[in-house]
């Protein structure tokens, strides 16, 4: 795992990831319907919300840290925290979610913002920052 910068993040944060509504609605239906197959996703709110709930997580654990330099993340279960992200999330339309989206993608940008040099040195933060948002864009790009 490469060290991931602040500014790198907040990139990543505030260009990368917004781009991604607007480049999948910008998709004819049968590649939407490719994308998200190849997601593995049955549709866009289930990314999305996957998406959120990971964001979620990012954003306790950098204020775990903020507490407890010593703070360590849990290890998950991906598969299992996907599907209940997915299911806390079901019946929503796509709009609510996109806008979850949004929010959740703005208050991690202004964590990422506010964390210090000596922060952004910690390992549990640099695992948060590739994990959950550099590498992660990138495992989504369309």
Same mark, same amino acid.
């Given at each position: 795992?490469?060290?991931?910068?602040?500014?790198?993040?907040?990139?990543?944060?505030?260009?990368?990831?917004?781009?991604? /509504?607007? =480049? @999948? %609605?910008?998709?004819?239906?049968?590649? #939407?319907?490719?994308?998200?197959?190849?997601?593995?996703?049955?549709g *866009?709110?289930?990314?999305?919300?996957?998406?959120?709930?990971?964001?979620?997580?990012?954003?306790?654990?950098?204020?775990?840290?903020?507490?407890?330099?010593?703070?360590?993340?849990?290890?998950?279960? /991906?598969? =299992? @925290? %996907?599907?209940?992200?997915?299911?806390? #999330?079901?019946?929503?339309?796509?709009?609510?979610?996109?806008?979850? *989206?949004?929010?959740?993608?703005?208050?991690?940008?202004?964590?990422?913002?506010?964390?210090?040099?000596?922060?952004?040195?910690?390992?549990?933060?640099?695992?948060?920052?590739?994990?959950?948002i550099?590498n992660?864009?990138?495992?989504?790009k369309?």
């Amino acid at each position: 795992m490469e060290p991931v910068s602040k500014r790198a993040a907040l990139v990543c944060l505030e260009n990368d990831w917004p781009s991604l /509504v607007k =480049r @999948f %609605n910008s998709l004819p239906p049968r590649e #939407k319907e490719i994308f998200l197959d190849r997601q593995g996703f049955a549709g *866009f709110s289930d990314l999305l919300s996957h998406i959120v709930a990971w964001w979620g997580e990012a954003l306790a654990n950098i204020q775990s840290v903020e507490k407890d330099a010593d703070f360590k993340t849990r290890t998950y279960d /991906v598969d =299992r @925290f %996907n599907a209940e992200a997915i299911k806390a #999330k079901y019946g929503k339309d796509e709009e609510a979610v996109i806008r979850e *989206f949004e929010d959740a993608r703005k208050r991690l940008m202004e964590a990422v913002s506010a964390l210090t040099e000596t922060q952004m040195a910690n390992g549990e933060i640099q695992k948060q920052l590739y994990w959950m948002i550099t590498n992660h864009c990138a495992e989504h790009k369309l």
